[in-house]
């Protein structure tokens, strides 16, 4: 390989997640937040509310690492715990006021880092980007590889060995 051109672009992209994830946890230590925190903040703020074992599967935690992510973050008052009226043994768990101003400072910090990613890409090409990304997705998804899997199991049998920065 002469030059970063030559690369694959598995390469590319591999770099680009690294560069990326690096800047995001840069960015989020003024906040307090590991990017895996953001990410649990920001599906109860798609979803509203949750139980601890949902919000464990759709990030793709194992349950002991989430109850030490969200003992944090209801430590820093981001979110809040409630029995279930219908099932006292499930805890839900939800945004709090400050969780929800918390999401508006990661959105900006989402803006400013694509601001940098996208310097020098017109508008029409970051559109183009976004969805060939979200078809390479897809693709992916559909291929007999990942058949029949969900995002949890897939990012169990890709990730590290489960070490999160909780």
């Given at each position: 390989m002469k030059n970063v051109e030559d690369a694959s672009v598995f390469i590319v992209l591999h770099q680009l997640l690294h560069l990326s994830k690096y800047q995001a946890m840069k960015r989020m230590e003024i906040l307090g937040l590991k990017p895996s925190q953001a990410g649990i903040l920001f599906i109860l703020n798609c979803e509203g509310e949750l139980s601890q074992r949902s919000l464990a599967d759709k990030i793709g935690i194992?349950?002991?690492?989430?109850?030490?992510?969200?003992?944090?973050?209801?430590?820093?008052?981001?979110?809040?715990k409630e029995q279930d009226e219908k099932d006292q043994r499930i805890v839900l768990i939800r945004l709090s006021e400050k969780g929800r101003e918390c999401i508006e400072s990661l959105k900006g910090i989402m803006s400013d880092m694509e601001e940098v990613l996208y310097q020098g890409i017109t508008p029409e090409e970051m559109m183009l980007f976004r969805r060939l990304v979200l078809e390479m997705r897809e693709n992916l998804l559909a291929s007999k590889d990942f058949k029949g899997m969900d995002f949890k199991t897939i990012i169990e049998k890709t990730g590290p060995p489960m070490r999160h920065d909780f």
């Amino acid at each position: 390989m002469k030059n970063v051109e030559d690369a694959s672009v598995f390469i590319v992209l591999h770099q680009l997640l690294h560069l990326s994830k690096y800047q995001a946890m840069k960015r989020m230590e003024i906040l307090g937040l590991k990017p895996s925190q953001a990410g649990i903040l920001f599906i109860l703020n798609c979803e509203g509310e949750l139980s601890q074992r949902s919000l464990a599967d759709k990030i793709g935690i194992k349950p002991p690492s989430m109850t030490v992510a969200l003992r944090k973050l209801e430590e820093r008052g981001y979110i809040r715990k409630e029995q279930d009226e219908k099932d006292q043994r499930i805890v839900l768990i939800r945004l709090s006021e400050k969780g929800r101003e918390c999401i508006e400072s990661l959105k900006g910090i989402m803006s400013d880092m694509e601001e940098v990613l996208y310097q020098g890409i017109t508008p029409e090409e970051m559109m183009l980007f976004r969805r060939l990304v979200l078809e390479m997705r897809e693709n992916l998804l559909a291929s007999k590889d990942f058949k029949g899997m969900d995002f949890k199991t897939i990012i169990e049998k890709t990730g590290p060995p489960m070490r999160h920065d909780f």
